[in-house]
């Protein structure tokens, strides 16, 4: 019998969140996954013998705590660990290292800048501040300003107090904030080049934009609203890679009594009389549910397994219109030891964060620059980490595995689509950068797994390779997200609904798109709330 | 290759090879980023030192700024509430910094040199503070906080130590004076100043003579039962003194996240730092607002009844909270149960009755106390020998 309650289209970390809570609520639902495997981006696959690489995301931080607690995730096996360090090589053979003390901190600040190391403490103020702001909001749905529901309204006013009760100056300081480029928020606190461009790359990670494009400061903010255990900011390593969260979510899907689908590629949501009723695999096959979710990125839920013909005109152009450009590419790498950067002693504590190399605001927007004339860029910005020095599991006793998230790579090269060339010419401006650093890297390379937005469309289903399932930038933030009147999870068809990063709050491993979608189904279906609420921030 | 290195511990003072050597209990803080000790031998006898004989305190790590250049004095009037043309030269004023909204973002002392050269200690960092303000200025603000060392020696019988070791004439100095001497070759400067409210000096020397400075102290004051004093007695002194502290009684305004967390200068009992005489200041039109519209809290020293210290206290009137308290002890030689508060406007004038809710454990059981308290309009202790000049003997 192929007759479910609900069904979840993609067992990525939200599909499998909300299918969690709609069988908790006990709906029979099931998951289709079009891979043979489950997770979607938050995977960890052994493609070297030995060694697990975590080929999509690669840290987490946003996942939602109330999320992981309510679905006992730590019982289903996940453990996160936290990661201290990071750190920038400088081209004049000098680096800045991040240090979790704050005491050590200001030294290492202050060896490059004192004035720096002292404004650092008002930047972490400021923008502590700008995260206190969205973090309630993580785990609700956005009021529509345009409704006139009670529910609505009463977000509304809720939401406008908060900001309101700023005062005057952090109030304009707020939209100044959310408007800005992190070029420009930085240079309003510090004068030294490798600190900006050390804390600019959170600005700029999976977003098409340059430091220097205006929104690219709340993408900051989208990387410092997380927490690892109530350090807002602090990020970690789910222990095993990535793949264990989508592990854990499906164990407690299953605990629920779900089920979980795998090699079944949906074709079309199959729509009766202005109704989902089921989904149609490319193979054939039927599933039916009066609910079906989509956890695909708008353009893909609107334009791909939804029959533009079942849709309003003006949904289809919204999705089309809608910002998901691809701006990102990955290598995951078996390594056989530890490189030496800058002769930095490789067991020192730096190595255990996220190691970068463009020590300037100008290198990034000179790299974004490529991107705009439609190639990889030349000096790439990127965010290496060594996952393996936090957790054993990743790799052989002595042998290490590296993430390299790399930045900027556009979703075709110079308007044509990527070809195995491209991609060997994007490899090798990674690996000549990392090797500019350190003599011993190349020689200890023992697997590489390149992904360009190509790769990473055609297997994970990014569209473009867009990791955050479309831009994080105001004009589709909140109730904007994905587009103007569909911020609330509700797609324009009866019963189809979307669950996807590409809905509020947005992408990275958080959850809470998953488990927001869940609260509204359910409140549809008058059925009782299984999503737990957001804890309050004090 | 070792993969620890000595430079992730925290730095130390000029004077920390003689600090550790007589840190019997090595119990040991963090200031600034400095090895600091919380505690020499007994922090009730440090505490005694100060206000029986002397106790010796290593300030070193304080933040110290020389400011000097034609606009120096311009700069500094521009910096601060307070008028600074009237602190004159080689003496010392006490002084606070607000932003534009009148919120105060640290407080300080002024050490006048030379018509426009200054030193600006803080308590906080302010070298961005500090550099910004410095546009339109012909003006040099330097960070020499590790190129001075410095000795708080504080206590009844500093003067006549101090003077063994060669300031003559030390007994002449008015309170917030300054007196240049030489050390061993190098320049001493004694301020009469300090953060315990009893007669004493703060030293400061380059810091290679730092150690010899020490040596020589505790050489020269033994017969005067010169001791060292860690952070947890200055603590005890200062709350009996009546001094703020910055982080503790007030947060600089600008490491606040939190809306209406800061404090104007009005609200921590700083007016009389204010000069609007003065046609410029930052925070001087949000100050004068302020002062016709009134303030959000009032900053209220409190007798409290009984002797308990009111560590963290609500402060209640009428069964309504009113306040909490920022501050605490019990006060040694004032034998006077102390507590500073921020308490809500129009509560908190001098002579309000107020009760502050005190919460105690004895052997893992709590009491509640519900304490009387008045606001009272200053501290209890006020040693003569703190503002006489000459400086008694004793």
Redesign the interface.
Known sequence: MNQYDAIVIGAGHNGLTNGAYLAKAGLKVAVLERNPYIGGATVSRELHKGWYYSNCSYVSSLLRPEITRDLELPRHGLQVVPFGGGATFMRNGDHFGNYADH??H??EIARHS??????Y??YS?DT??QT?LIRPYLMRTPPDPTSLKPRDLRDLLEFAQSFM???E??LLDTIKFWTASVGDYLNE?FETDVIKAHMAGSGIIGTALGVYSPGTAYVLLHHYMGDVDGNVGAWGFARGGMGAIAEALSKAFMSFGGEIICDANVDKIIVKNGKAVGVALKDGTEYRAPIVVSNLDPKRTFLDITDPKDLPTDVVRKAENFKIRGSSGKLNIALDGLPVFNGL?P???LMAGDLHFSDSLERQERAYDDWKAGTWSKDPYLDMMIPSLTDPTMAPPGKHMMSVFVQYAPPKVEGKDWTDEDKDGFEKSVIDQISNYSPNFRDLILHCETRTPREIEAEVGLTEGNIFMGELTFDQLLFNRPFPGYAQYRSPIKGMYMCSSGTHPGGGVMAAPGANAAREILRDLKRPNTVPGGYADD | ???VSRD?M??TTPFHSRVEAMCDLNDWG?W??YTTPNAYFDVELEYFAVRSTTGVFDLSPMNKYRISGPDASRYMDRLVTRDVSKIGIDRVGYAIWCND?GQVLDDGTIFRFAENEFRLCSYQ?????L?WNTLGFDVSVE?VSESIAALAVQGPTSCTILTLLGCENLNQLKPFGMAHYTFEGHPLMVSRTGFTGDLGYEVWVPPETAEALWDRLFELGHEYLIKPFGSHALELARIEAGFLQAHVDFLPA??????GRTRSPFELGLGWLVHFSKPLFNGRSALLKEQEQGSRYRFALLDVAGNKPAEHSFIMKDGKVVGTVTSAAWCPTAKSNLAYAQIEMPHGAVGDELVAEIYYQRELHWTQLYAPCKVIDGPIFQPARRRQTPAPPQ
């Open positions: 005491d050590r200001y030294r004192k004035r720096d190391a002292n404004a403490d008002r103020a502590s501040l206190k009760a700023l005062g100056e952090k606190y002693d067991r020192n504590r | 290759m070792s993969t992730t925290m730095l963090n600034m980023g909204a960092r302010a070298d961005d503070w550099a960070n600008e490491d606040v996240v939190r809306v």
